[in-house]
């Protein structure tokens, strides 16, 4: 069982949506997390970091829920341009980064 | 300011052969990592060096080796290529060793076909 689990969809949604997505972790050491986006055939890039309190960024909010272990990631009026594939990352103590396999999105005019 | 760069871009080997991956990263980092990316798995970790010197295996190292070139260089090697080496290859670099604050930056990966 991979540490970090993810729901792979794919989430359509229609333009100006609100879509939310979580990703689960087995291991309660985990100190931080990230959410990368990678579009198709490109490489991942780094959409935002997840710490103890959360973290927003324009439209888009991570929460980290340390008591049930997850992350979430809220995309709030979705762009065509957000469609991709999301990834989470958990770092556990021994500093070792545990990729999820990513949640696609596909936003749809 | 070019980031991690990453060559080749495409490659076809026939089972057997051999061939490096080259990548170098530009911006003064610590730690560089080579991922493999397969349908339905996810990114894994083949090798990682959290500084130059030092190199050691992640998840999936068989059939590989790397080198820490310089600060700047990390190279993976296929020494006998395998059909289940077909795969997307990324370098990445990050500041400090899988430390929490320190993303990792991408490569614009390799396109390996092994047949």
């Known amino acids: 069982r991979k540490e970090v689990e993810q729901d792979p969809g794919p989430f359509n949604v229609p333009e100006g949506a609100t879509v939310a997505f979580n990703c689960t972790y087995s291991?309660?050491?985990?100190?931080?997390f990230f959410w990368y986006r990678q579009d198709c055939r490109k490489e991942p890039k780094l959409l935002m970091s997840v710490y103890s309190s959360g973290n927003e960024d324009g439209r888009f909010t991570a929460q980290l829920n340390r008591a049930s272990q997850y992350i979430s990631l809220l995309i709030r009026d979705s762009k065509l341009s957000d469609s991709a594939t999301y990834l989470c990352v958990g770092v556990n103590s021994g500093y070792a980064l545990n990729f999820g396999k990513g949640t696609s999105l596909l936003v749809t005019p | 300011n070019a980031g991690v760069t990453q060559t080749p871009k495409f490659q076809v080997l026939k089972t057997g052969q051999s061939m490096t991956l080259q990548c170098a990263q530009d911006?003064?980092?610590?730690?560089m990592y080579w991922y493999r990316q397969d349908p339905g798995m996810g990114l894994r970790l083949i090798y990682y060096s959290a500084s130059e010197g030092t190199t050691d295996k992640g998840e999936v190292p068989n059939g590989y080796n790397v080198s820490r070139l310089n600060k700047r260089e990390f190279s993976l090697r296929l020494e006998s290529a395998a059909p289940s080496q077909t795969s997307v290859y990324f370098c990445a670099s990050s500041e400090n060793t899988f430390y929490p604050d320190s993303p990792l930056h991408f490569g614009n990966g390799t396109r390996l076909t092994v047949t």
């Open positions: 291991n309660s050491a985990s100190q931080s």
């Open positions: 911006m003064n980092h610590n730690s």
